[in-house]
Structures are given as C-alpha cells and as structure tokens.
C-alpha cells in the first residue's frame, strides 16, 4: 500500500513538473509578451531549486573494488537546494536531499544526504547546463541501524528557462557513498544513480 | 583549509558510525529474499500441532499442511471444518487420550465463546460434533492448551464468564476432567509445566507463579522476581527436572534444581532503552541454549552454560521474523516453527544443540 502510495505521489510530482512550464508558455504566447532579454547573473544573486524523481540502485563497490548487487527496488529521490552566484558561471552552496528504496523483504532504505555544492554553469539562452560537485554526509537508515556516509555527488542538469526568474529542467546525479565498517571485508561503496526535474528559482 | 578540515571530519565521523556487526550497504548485498508460503501472514498464529504425516495450524481457522513430498504444503482452499460456521480457533494440540492422537481446539466466535473440542485422528478434518462437555470445561473459553508430562496430561487453561471472569486449569489424563487450578485466579494462566520428582505442577497467572501437587497449586515462594509487579508470561520445563520462567521485563528465570533456585539474566533485557517482554521457552532436552520467544523483538537464544545465563537476539534484522511476536514454537526433529502474530515461519535447519538455523520460511 506505501509502494503504491508513493509510486504515485512521485508520478503526480514528475507530471506537474513537466507540464507546469508548458501550461505557462502557452499562456505567455496567448498574450503576445514580446521576449525578454537573457539574463545575466552576477554575484549576490541566488537561487532555490527543488528536484524530485527516481532513484536509481546501480551497485556496491567493495574496498577492494569488487562489484555485487544491492537488492534493491528502484525509488524516489528529492532535494531542495540553496545557491548563490560567484561569477555568472559558478554557483556554490547546499543541498539536502532524501531518497527511500525497497530492499527484497520489503524493508525500506532511507537516506538523507547533506551536501556542500559547486556548480560550473554553461549557458546558451535559454538553455543552462550547471555541472555540479556535492561533498558532504549521507544519513542512512535500515530498518533498526543508521549511519553516517561520507558522500560525493557528482552530476549535470539541462535546464530551459522559461523567463528571468524560473528554469526548468532535468537532472542526472551519481551518488558515490562511502559506508566504512569496524569489520574490515565488510565496508561498502554505495553507487545510485538520481534521475530527477528540476524547478529553479533565481532572485 | 577549512574544506580540507571538513572533509577530514567527514571521513572520522563516517568511520566512527561503522556498524560492527557490518555495515547497511553489506547487510542489503547478503539479504535474500523469504520464501512466503500460501499461508496468510496478517493472522495471528494460536498454534501448530503434527499428527503425522501432516501439520495442523490455527491461523484463524485450521489448515492442514502436508509432510510429504517436502516442503510443506498448506491446504488454504478447504479447513478443518470448524465446529460452528466462522468459529476461530484460539489454541490448539495434538493430544492422545488413547489410541492414538487427536486435534484439540478451542473455538470462539464474533458473538462470543463457542468451547473446547476434538477432531479425531489420525487424519481429521472436521470438528462438528467434536464437543467436549465435561462439566468443568464444557461453558468455558479456552485461553491455553498444554501437552505435559510426556504426552500422559493436557492442561486446558480456562476462562469463566462472569464480571469480571475468572480463570482456572483443568488437567485431562485421556479418561477423566479434574481440577488443576480452581475459577478462583483473577488473572488468564498464561503457562503451565511440570517437573517429574515428586511430580509438580508449574503456572504462571499475572504477577505469580504457582506450583503444586493437582488441585493444590500455590504460589511459589522460592521465586524472587526482579519486580512485585513483574508479569510472568510463560513456565516451561524441558525435560522434567529443569524451568524456565519468562516476564515481561525482560527477564529468562532459569532453574535447574526443579525451583529450588533460580537464576535470571544478568540484567533486564533492553532493545533502545526499551525492555523485551518475553512470551515463551522451547529447546530439546538437556541443552544448554534455548529459545526464548519476545513480543516484537523476534527470539533470543538463552545460554544457561553460563552463570547467569545470558541472551543473544536472532541476528537476521533484514526479514519480518526480527520484529515478531512470538507466542509458541514447535519442534519437531530438525524442523522449527515459529507462531507469530502475523503468520507462522518455519525453519528446515534446526540444531537443537547451539539453537542454530540456516534459513526462515513464511509460510
């Protein structure tokens, strides 16, 4: 029942998503509003985004380099992330995000990452393509254990700006996950893979 | 500088929250998935009983599992029919009152008590007409049925109507009803055992252990809980001589000496500062470690080679038994089953010896 619940939630976010921009582009072409200029950002200006799609389990990575399956389902992700401009092409700042996946006995994987974020921006109006580095701490839970994960997230966007303050867009973020064990054979690389949209807000 | 020091910091707190039983990430690569079996698993599991060849549970109603060809197979299209339409069962045995075993159940219905009966062996399939009307049982709602002293004596545990009820134990030998404990309790008995030198009955009801020749039950005075107000859950005895009592604050009292002395773990046992209530023992004879059944924690393996014995949780946290209810085991050879509330799981590798099993079924 939570599945089904979730899988759904997540299918109406990612629908919203997608269509919220058309729905507005269109209204802005019935009123004939003649096209703005590309925007320029320049240092101070910030931006707030939220992101909510699929997560994707690809793999554990022993210390030792050796692959294995991770069993698990694929589920959902989200963050909600804080930027300000150095320059017009570097933006730093932070993110927290959230995923949840089934394991096969139906429990459930939850984490909680905690990043600082850098992101290298190319623009060719309308269109952005940030590439981005998080570095941070990814709170795990399962069933009765929680940790703490060193985590880096390294990632591209593609986004479309629908005018000075809004963009819109796709995200691909890898989640590189570092589990260390007081058991030496038994520490663990966890490696996901976020597929997210994206609305982001500059002012 | 300051990222370099963060990272750092990072680093040590990732390595200072390792699990030392491994990691989640290792403990999701090992997890395979449990066979589920067509038995329903939100059902709370009142008891399993075998007349070979075949297993008989009360989940609700009682479905018939076969022995043979393995594994087992349930019967979820046809139960054993009850003795009124939508009766459940709420305890059930195999007991032979001679000449050989029958199914033994107690039955309630929405609308209230429906009574003990029997279906007769050796293959049965119907309660209906099945009644047992002994006066001392035959009005009552059965809360417990016990199989004692080798297979001779079932404990039936009672419930009297009245306001408010009252509970008692009635001791059937194969021919004749008799009085165990009088309707006088004010507490359901929850456990019955018995040891064999000079031939003592044990029970649990409430806050007290009672102990006692037949008819002459009294509360045990040898017994010094952790708590006066202490709940004692369930009594049990392995092999005639030795007992074990379970309490709802975390406590396994052991004796070896038939209740001369007891000895408790060394401390209330806790999971996050909460306290494990415990429901049940079981074990093969004479074995130094023995299964203790929890309300929501799974089972622990008692060890009474040590002094005072000590408690390890079952280990496996990634499937549904970790967190069960478990009211009853059976054993039979090397086959484990589990009663839970929410199913019945089975294991094919029991080692009685160290309480070791290899895999879980949900049946």
């Known amino acids: ?203 | 500088m300051k990222a370099r020091i963060a990272i750092v910091l990072l680093v040590m707190i990732s390595f200072l929250s390792g699990c030392p039983e491994g990691g989640i990430y290792y403990t999701l690569e090992k997890e395979t998935p449990t066979t589920d079996n067509t038995l329903k698993n939100g059902i709370p599991i009142h008891g399993v009983a075998k007349l070979v060849p075949a297993y008989y549970v009360a989940a609700g109603s009682v479905w018939k599992g076969t022995l043979t060809p393995a594994p087992v197979a349930w019967d979820t299209s046809t139960p054993i029919t009850p003795p009124v339409d939508g009766a459940l069962c709420t305890a059930l045995v195999a007991f032979d009152p001679g000449p050989g075993l029958d199914l033994y159940g107690g039955f309630i219905t929405q609308s209230g008590n429906v009574g003990l009966y029997k279906a007769a062996g050796p293959s049965p399939t119907t309660f209906v007409g099945g009644q047992i009307t002994d006066p001392l049982v035959v009005d009552k709602q059965v809360a417990l049925l016990e199989v004692l002293n080798g297979g001779a004596e079932l404990v039936i545990s009672t419930v009297s109507p009245g306001d408010p009820f009252s509970y008692g134990l009635v001791l059937f030998d194969g021919t004749t009803y008799s009085t165990l404990f009088p309707d006088t309790a004010t507490k359901p008995f929850t456990g019955v055992a018995f040891t064999s030198t000079p031939g003592t009955y044990w029970a649990v009801s409430g806050t007290s252990l009672y102990s006692g020749a037949a008819g002459a039950l009294v509360v045990e005075p040898r017994l010094t809980k952790s708590a006066t107000e202490e709940v004692l859950t369930s009594v049990f005895s392995d092999n005639g001589t030795r007992l074990f009592v379970t309490s709802n604050l975390g406590y396994v009292y052991y004796s070896a000496d038939e209740g001369a002395t007891w000895t408790p773990n060394a401390s209330a046992m806790k999971v996050s500062d909460t306290v494990v209530s415990f429901l049940t023992v079981a074990g093969g004879p004479n074995q130094s470690k023995m299964l203790v059944g929890s309300d929501g924690y799974g089972y622990y393996v008692l060890d009474t080679a040590v002094t005072p014995p000590t408690l390890a949780r079952f280990a496996d946290s990634t499937i549904g038994l970790y967190t069960a209810s478990i009211s009853r085991f059976l054993i039979d050879e090397n086959r484990l089953f589990a009663c839970t509330l929410k199913g019945l799981w089975r294991t094919e590798s029991f080692d009685a010896t160290d309480c070791s099993v290899e895999s879980w079924i949900q049946e």
């Open chain 1, 1 to 203: 029942m939570n599945k089904r619940f979730l899988s759904i939630f997540i299918a109406a976010v990612l629908i919203m998503c997608v269509l919220a921009p058309l729905a507005a582009q269109d209204e802005q072409d019935k009123q004939g509003k003649p096209k703005e200029p590309p925007p320029q950002y320049t240092l101070g200006d910030q931006t707030l985004s939220i992101n909510a799609g699929l997560f994707v389990p690809l793999f554990f990575l022993t210390y030792q380099f050796a692959a294995a399956s991770t069993h698990l389902t694929v589920g959902g992700a989200g963050s909600l992330n804080w930027m300000a401009y150095v320059n017009s092409w570097l933006r730093v700042g932070i993110e927290v995000g959230g995923m949840f996946a089934f394991s096969p006995n139906g429990n459930t994987l939850l984490s909680l990452p905690i990043t600082a974020k850098a992101s290298y921006i190319l623009s060719s109006y309308p269109f952005e393509i940030p590439f981005s580095l998080g570095v941070g701490m990814n709170v795990v839970k399962y069933i009765d254990k929680s940790m703490i994960d060193l985590i880096l997230k390294p990632g591209v966007s593609g986004l479309w700006a629908y005018n000075a303050s809004w963009s819109f867009g796709l995200n691909a973020t890898y989640w590189w996950s570092m589990q260390f064990s007081k058991t030496a054979d038994q520490g663990r690389i966890g490696n996901f893979l976020e597929l997210s949209l994206c609305a982001l807000y500059h002012y």
